[in-house]
């Protein structure tokens, strides 16, 4: 379907270490255009796993996965780089800005990777990010001077400086405090409702879960809900 952003089928991925188990066990599902979903579970469950399986980051599993209509199981690596840089944003639940450069350089990284736009207009796209995240007074200031939420409203401004269709979440809000979880929480819901961007969020905060769009929990390597 024309809507879907992101299906799942038959996912199953195996650890071999100390003994071969499976991690997740055959997912199916799928996540329509501008929705915002929350993954869930107890520690160990495979959340994070399939996240990364999704993220098309981790190739070793099996099944098939499609994103926005087309299947990515079985590409290349430099296709799936691709891929991930034009048609995926990440948010961690750490930062992983690069400390001694500004605020600004961090943002544009992605951008000049992807390569689409000249070192100008990438720059000017950054400064549109982080305006739309309140942040662009700290352009030239080094992300090592930020505080934890100004740090990671940045980096959700990085993530969506090469506007893909889908954010992909690793406890987003794990390392931030209830004010700013608040405010990550909005910007992201804001993104769905008025960008029709596609967040899929793993994470522990029940109030994060409860308020996003659809929860999807997971046990034992299973969807169970």
């Known amino acids: 379907m024309d809507n879907v952003a992101l299906k799942a089928t038959d996912v199953t991925?195996?650890?071999?270490?100390?003994?071969?188990?499976?991690?997740?066990?055959?997912?199916?599902?799928?996540?329509?255009?501008?929705?915002?979903?929350?993954?869930?579970?107890?520690?160990?469950?495979?959340?994070?796993?399939?996240?990364y399986v999704?993220?098309?980051?981790?190739?070793?599993?099996?099944?098939?996965?499609?994103?926005?209509?087309?299947?990515?199981?079985g590409k290349s690596l430099n296709e799936l780089a691709y891929i991930r840089n034009s048609s995926i944003g990440f948010v961690f639940q750490f930062h992983y800005l690069?400390?001694?450069?500004?605020?600004?350089?961090?943002?544009?990284?992605?951008?000049?990777?992807?390569?689409?736009?000249?070192?100008?207009?990438?720059?000017?796209?950054?400064?549109?990010?982080?305006?739309?995240?309140?942040?662009?007074?700290?352009?030239?200031?080094?992300a090592n001077k930020l505080s934890g939420g100004q740090q990671q409203r940045v980096a959700i401004a990085r993530a969506l400086i090469n506007d893909p269709a889908i954010i992909m979440g690793d406890e987003p809000t794990g390392n931030l405090d209830s004010k700013n979880t608040r405010i990550v929480f909005d910007l992201f819901q804001q993104l769905t409702q008025e960008y029709n961007q596609t967040i899929v969020a793993v994470t522990h905060d029940e109030d994060f879960a409860r308020r996003s769009g659809r929860i999807i929990e997971m046990a034992d390597g299973e969807v169970v809900k």
């Not at 188990?21 to 929705?35: A, D, R, S, T, Y």
């Not at 070192?119 to 305006?131: G, I, N, P, Q, S």
């Open 13 to 51: 991925k195996y650890f071999h270490d100390p003994v071969t188990f499976p991690v997740l066990k055959k997912i199916n599902l799928e996540v329509l255009k501008g929705e915002f979903v929350s993954i869930v579970g107890k520690s160990g469950c495979g959340k994070s796993t399939l996240l």
């Open 98 to 142: 690069l400390p001694d450069f500004t605020c600004l350089k961090n943002v544009m990284i992605p951008g000049l990777r992807l390569g689409k736009l000249s070192a100008k207009e990438v720059e000017e796209k950054a400064y549109e990010k982080l305006k739309m995240f309140g942040v662009e007074e700290l352009a030239l200031k080094k």
């Open 54 to 73: 999704l993220s098309t980051m981790d190739r070793d599993y099996e099944g098939t996965l499609e994103i926005n209509g087309i299947q990515v199981t």
